[in-house]
């Protein structure tokens, strides 16, 4: 949570307001701000946010850090941390992390979710490659930078799949290299079922990018499965170490059910 603002003037906790009981695990808690009122509660305000750990919080803004937490001068948030919420993947804006090996958010390891809030697998390894790849502070897992721009779409732009059919689900993937130099990428499709449970993956490996040069293919994807609402998700890296430079997220209703 960052960049988050409490406007009532007297407010506290402009990241997160405790009025009962809260605990944070590997979560980013800094650089928000309260309305009225100096830095010292503009993340953590209320009652007191117990830490299980793999933390970065604010420093000195209300948030008190456990012996596994990690914290930042709130004002370098922005610079040193994360990057403006924009596209990164997914289905929503996100704060990308940076990708610097300085960046307290990085690897702090604890527990995390199997995937991150775009979808991409968690944990990826960080800038210190060669080490066991560790959980990141936050939502959003940093796997690498964004080399790729990538956009997934029903090929027919009506992603709606008949109940009974044969269960598959033509897309067009369309990514751009944004490194500044030829790249050679895989290009993979994963699908989710309603449950979260990932039921199908389709690769084609060892495409050449080359700078800006926009790239096309067509895969498709297998749904296999209860009626309900699936996801599709297409990713752009390589396939087999799991780093992944871009990345795009399509919602399939199949049999016409949400």
Same mark, same amino acid.
């Given at each position: 949570?960052?960049?988050?603002?409490?406007?009532?003037?007297?407010?506290?906790?402009?990241?997160?307001?405790?009025?009962?009981?809260?605990?944070?695990?590997?979560?980013?808690?800094?650089?928000?701000?309260?309305?009225?009122?100096?830095?010292?509660?503009?993340?953590?305000? /209320?009652?007191?946010?117990?830490?299980?750990?793999?933390?970065?919080?604010?420093?000195?803004?209300?948030?008190?850090?456990? %012996?596994? +937490?990690?914290?930042?001068?709130?004002?370098?948030?922005?610079?040193?941390?994360?990057?403006?919420?924009?596209?990164?993947?997914?289905?929503?804006?996100?704060?990308?992390?940076?990708?610097?090996?300085?960046?307290?958010?990085?690897?702090?390891? $604890?527990?995390?979710?199997?995937?991150?809030?775009?979808?991409?697998?968690?944990?990826?390894?960080?800038?210190?490659?060669?080490?066991?790849?560790?959980?990141?502070? /936050? %939502?959003?897992?940093? #796997?690498?930078?964004?080399?790729?721009?990538?956009?997934?779409?029903?090929?027919?732009?009506?992603?709606?799949?008949?109940?009974?059919?044969?269960?598959?689900?033509?897309?067009?993937?369309?990514?751009?290299?944004?490194? $500044?130099?030829?790249?050679?990428?895989?290009?993979?499709?994963?699908?989710?079922?309603?449950?979260?449970?990932?039921?199908?993956?389709?690769?084609?490996?060892?495409?050449?990018?080359?700078?800006?040069?926009?790239?096309?293919?067509?895969?498709?994807?297998?749904?296999? #499965?209860?009626?309900?609402?699936?996801?599709? +998700?297409?990713?752009?890296?390589?396939?087999?170490?799991?780093?992944?430079?871009?990345?795009?997220?399509?919602?399939?209703?199949?049999?016409?059910?949400?």
């Amino acid at each position: 949570m960052t960049d988050n603002y409490a406007s009532f003037f007297g407010e506290t906790g402009g990241g997160l307001y405790n009025s009962g009981e809260a605990t944070a695990r590997n979560t980013l808690l800094a650089g928000n701000r309260a309305n009225g009122l100096n830095q010292f509660t503009a993340d953590c305000g /209320g009652n007191p946010v117990t830490s299980e750990g793999g933390n970065v919080f604010g420093t000195g803004t209300g948030c008190a850090p456990g %012996s596994s +937490d990690r914290t930042v001068d709130p004002f370098e948030v922005a610079t040193a941390v994360v990057l403006p919420l924009a596209d990164y993947g997914g289905l929503t804006p996100t704060n990308a992390l940076r990708w610097a090996g300085s960046n307290p958010a990085l690897d702090i390891g $604890g527990s995390c979710p199997a995937v991150d809030q775009r979808g991409l697998p968690a944990p990826l390894d960080g800038p210190d490659a060669g080490t066991v790849a560790s959980c990141d502070a /936050g %939502s959003v897992e940093a #796997g690498a930078p964004v080399n790729a721009r990538v956009n997934v779409a029903a090929q027919d732009e009506i992603a709606l799949v008949p109940f009974g059919g044969d269960n598959t689900l033509t897309v067009t993937i369309r990514a751009r290299n944004v490194s $500044g130099k030829p790249q050679t990428y895989d290009l993979w499709t994963t699908t989710t079922a309603p449950d979260g449970s990932v039921v199908a993956t389709q690769v084609q490996r060892d495409i050449t990018f080359e700078p800006e040069q926009p790239r096309q293919r067509a895969i498709t994807a297998q749904l296999p #499965g209860a009626a309900g609402l699936y996801r599709i +998700d297409a990713f752009v890296g390589d396939y087999d170490s799991g780093v992944v430079v871009g990345s795009d997220a399509l919602p399939v209703s199949k049999n016409g059910q949400a």
